[in-house]
């Protein structure tokens, strides 16, 4: 092995003498030299048992020869910035703790790199990272949080905190057992929201040991994971497998095609061409359309299916979809084993992995097929869609699976008008939104305020008995990957950046269709009209131009002002 790190410190002999002031010996300095990253923390539950992983990945990289060390740049959560200004910090995240990592892997030599990470911003900002490094790693996903009561989720919140801003509707006793079992367990939330996407989405591309993504976080197979991840990267180093080798145009599709097949969250369509950027890939936004229009979806996993996201793990997980849809995949793409795609699933076959947890899936009543539909079972093609048009020239993204029938078409749709989250919330709160009406919000985009998601509003539509199956949300904002119902976000160009959106008015008209792709005003004041009439109002509107924004400081004024577009996906420029 052609150590790096041994190259570069013979340069310096402080170098060594400060590894040696923290515990290392005269050997380890000889050693290999392994970065085990982590957003360990008390930040939230997907992030407080990951020292636990680390630690076994220390083990592994010890009894392979290497010499680990351990650093930390902890996140945030988007469950815990609902309600307040903390949610336009939560995408910015992502960049800030790619950043961070890219410092303490660029500052020190180093011949390999574990990363660890459960949820939404720092699994895409940890595969970024990984992107600009470009020395062997694998990331260690931190697997599924244990189910609630009568298998809920966490998400149970959206219903719970609507009843307490309206009088009688819920007793401090439910909302103290709700406090009490919400969240039963460390890892991320079970259900297939953006963290549980994301899990997925990086064993798709390659980068984690095989059936790695989900792991229930209370079963000692996530620990198992985390000490064969030691043991392996010192093999990737040994053989100079980098990230780049990894993370191929290729794996990209393959890693498109699980997110269609499972019903994934419509935030990857901004984090995956984010990390495809770092990467020097351009990713289309319209490529999520047309392998969408191949894909069978079968994945039956909450909320666009019924089941949670450990069971969807018992059931064989990712793997299991990459077995069922080999014909669709690039089984040749390198893998953080150092074997092929291909290579991965025979090998999990002859060690009787697909079987061997179907027990576990047996004492919920379950059998493989009610998770994970076979091929020629499936109901529909893809899970997510691209929306073009007068309001979205640029893009916008619905997840069409996790929406009824009857609200993937909708045609002069009367359009109630806010400027802020906050503003639509407190509306639906107040019952001041009627059946057939589309909420519209605005200037919550990227530069508009961070981009934060509208879960709290989605969840107040759908636990709202009056409107819920009716109304439907268009946004240049983002959602949660819980999100459920006629949701249509990412509008592109957002309004802050002069988009179409932000020249909507009450009253106006709005159409759009799943099936022909299409999402346009066509309607002034009530009054129906074309498309071509509506298009020109807008650029007439457009003359007063737009609100102008308060004033902003340090790295939210930063982001703010050099995001790139959602359909570019929303990194800094």
Same mark, same amino acid.
């Given at each position: 092995m052609i150590q790096k790190s041994l190259n570069e410190r013979r340069f310096w002999a402080q170098f060594d003498a400060l590894e040696m002031g923290t515990g290392w010996d005269d050997i380890d300095i000889t050693k290999p030299q392994i970065m085990v990253e982590s957003v360990y923390g008390d930040s939230h539950p997907g992030s407080y048992h990951l020292n636990q992983m680390v630690e076994q990945a220390v083990y592994g990289v010890y009894e392979k020869g290497g010499k680990p060390a351990k650093y930390y740049a902890t996140d945030i959560c988007d469950g815990c910035t609902q309600g307040h200004d903390g949610m336009n910090f939560v995408l910015a995240s992502r960049e800030a703790i790619a950043n961070m990592v890219e410092v303490h892997g660029s500052a020190v030599p180093w011949d390999g790199m574990i990363l660890a990470s459960s949820c939404d911003k720092s699994i895409p900002a940890h595969l970024k990272a990984a992107a600009r490094l470009d020395i062997p790693t694998i990331f260690m996903p931190g697997g599924s949080m244990r189910p609630g009561p009568n298998m809920t989720t966490s998400i149970v919140a959206g219903d719970i905190s609507l009843r307490e801003k309206r009088d009688g509707a819920i007793t401090p006793q439910e909302v103290r057992d709700y406090k009490l079992t919400g969240c039963p367990s460390v890892g991320a939330c079970t259900f297939l929201g953006t963290a549980s996407t994301m899990q997925c989405l990086a064993e798709a591309l390659g980068l984690t040991l095989p059936g790695a993504a989900l792991v229930p976080a209370t079963m000692r197979d996530l620990l198992q994971y985390s000490r064969e991840a030691g043991r392996k990267i010192m093999e990737l180093a040994e053989k100079g497998i980098t990230a780049s080798q990894i993370m191929t145009p290729a794996?990209?599709?393959?890693?498109?095609?699980?997110?269609?097949?499972? $019903? #994934?969250?419509?935030?990857?369509?901004?984090? /995956?061409?984010?990390?495809?950027?770092?990467?020097?890939?351009?990713?289309?936004?319209e490529l999520f359309d047309e392998i969408n229009h191949q894909v069978p979806h079968i994945g039956n996993i909450y909320p666009s299916g019924t089941q949670l996201t450990e069971s969807f793990w018992f059931? $064989? #997980?990712?793997?299991?979809?990459?077995?069922? /849809?080999?014909?669709?995949?690039d089984m040749d793409v390198m893998t953080a084993t150092g074997k092929t795609l291909g290579e991965n699933l025979e090998d999990l076959k002859k060690d009787n992995w697909f079987e061997r947890n179907l027990g576990y899936l047996a004492n919920y009543g379950l059998k493989r097929e009610q998770v994970i539909f076979p091929v020629e079972k499936a109901h529909e093609k893809g899970s997510v869609a691209i929306l073009k048009g007068n309001i979205a020239p640029d893009g916008s993204v619905v997840k069409y699976a996790a929406c009824a029938e009857n609200q993937r078409e909708v045609v002069n749709a009367k359009a109630r008008v806010f400027n802020s989250e906050e503003d639509a919330y407190d509306a639906v709160a107040k019952k001041l939104i009627n059946p057939h009406e589309i909420v519209i919000i605005r200037y919550e985009g990227p530069r508009g305020c961070g981009m934060p998601e509208m879960v709290a509003t989605t969840e107040a539509?759908?636990?709202?008995?009056?409107?819920?199956?009716?109304?439907a949300l268009i946004t240049d904002g983002r959602f949660s990957g819980a999100t459920r119902g006629a949701a249509i976000g990412h509008v592109s160009p957002e309004a802050a950046a002069g988009g179409p959106i932000a020249f909507l008015e009450e009253g106006d008209l709005i159409s759009y269709s799943v099936e022909n792709r299409s999402i346009n005003m066509t309607g002034i004041h009530g009054v129906p009209c074309s498309v071509e009439e509506a298009t020109a109002e807008l650029t007439r509107r457009s003359a007063k131009g737009i609100i102008p924004r308060e004033p902003r400081k340090g790295f939210y004024k930063m982001y703010t002002e050099h995001a790139h577009s959602a359909m570019q996906g929303g990194g800094l420029e």
């Amino acid at each position: 092995m052609i150590q790096k790190s041994l190259n570069e410190r013979r340069f310096w002999a402080q170098f060594d003498a400060l590894e040696m002031g923290t515990g290392w010996d005269d050997i380890d300095i000889t050693k290999p030299q392994i970065m085990v990253e982590s957003v360990y923390g008390d930040s939230h539950p997907g992030s407080y048992h990951l020292n636990q992983m680390v630690e076994q990945a220390v083990y592994g990289v010890y009894e392979k020869g290497g010499k680990p060390a351990k650093y930390y740049a902890t996140d945030i959560c988007d469950g815990c910035t609902q309600g307040h200004d903390g949610m336009n910090f939560v995408l910015a995240s992502r960049e800030a703790i790619a950043n961070m990592v890219e410092v303490h892997g660029s500052a020190v030599p180093w011949d390999g790199m574990i990363l660890a990470s459960s949820c939404d911003k720092s699994i895409p900002a940890h595969l970024k990272a990984a992107a600009r490094l470009d020395i062997p790693t694998i990331f260690m996903p931190g697997g599924s949080m244990r189910p609630g009561p009568n298998m809920t989720t966490s998400i149970v919140a959206g219903d719970i905190s609507l009843r307490e801003k309206r009088d009688g509707a819920i007793t401090p006793q439910e909302v103290r057992d709700y406090k009490l079992t919400g969240c039963p367990s460390v890892g991320a939330c079970t259900f297939l929201g953006t963290a549980s996407t994301m899990q997925c989405l990086a064993e798709a591309l390659g980068l984690t040991l095989p059936g790695a993504a989900l792991v229930p976080a209370t079963m000692r197979d996530l620990l198992q994971y985390s000490r064969e991840a030691g043991r392996k990267i010192m093999e990737l180093a040994e053989k100079g497998i980098t990230a780049s080798q990894i993370m191929t145009p290729a794996a990209f599709r393959n890693a498109i095609i699980i997110h269609s097949a499972i $019903g #994934g969250s419509t935030n990857a369509t901004l984090h /995956l061409p984010s990390i495809a950027r770092e990467m020097g890939y351009e990713m289309p936004i319209e490529l999520f359309d047309e392998i969408n229009h191949q894909v069978p979806h079968i994945g039956n996993i909450y909320p666009s299916g019924t089941q949670l996201t450990e069971s969807f793990w018992f059931a $064989g #997980g990712v793997p299991m979809v990459q077995w069922l /849809l080999q014909d669709m995949l690039d089984m040749d793409v390198m893998t953080a084993t150092g074997k092929t795609l291909g290579e991965n699933l025979e090998d999990l076959k002859k060690d009787n992995w697909f079987e061997r947890n179907l027990g576990y899936l047996a004492n919920y009543g379950l059998k493989r097929e009610q998770v994970i539909f076979p091929v020629e079972k499936a109901h529909e093609k893809g899970s997510v869609a691209i929306l073009k048009g007068n309001i979205a020239p640029d893009g916008s993204v619905v997840k069409y699976a996790a929406c009824a029938e009857n609200q993937r078409e909708v045609v002069n749709a009367k359009a109630r008008v806010f400027n802020s989250e906050e503003d639509a919330y407190d509306a639906v709160a107040k019952k001041l939104i009627n059946p057939h009406e589309i909420v519209i919000i605005r200037y919550e985009g990227p530069r508009g305020c961070g981009m934060p998601e509208m879960v709290a509003t989605t969840e107040a539509i759908c636990c709202d008995e009056r409107i819920n199956g009716t109304v439907a949300l268009i946004t240049d904002g983002r959602f949660s990957g819980a999100t459920r119902g006629a949701a249509i976000g990412h509008v592109s160009p957002e309004a802050a950046a002069g988009g179409p959106i932000a020249f909507l008015e009450e009253g106006d008209l709005i159409s759009y269709s799943v099936e022909n792709r299409s999402i346009n005003m066509t309607g002034i004041h009530g009054v129906p009209c074309s498309v071509e009439e509506a298009t020109a109002e807008l650029t007439r509107r457009s003359a007063k131009g737009i609100i102008p924004r308060e004033p902003r400081k340090g790295f939210y004024k930063m982001y703010t002002e050099h995001a790139h577009s959602a359909m570019q996906g929303g990194g800094l420029e």
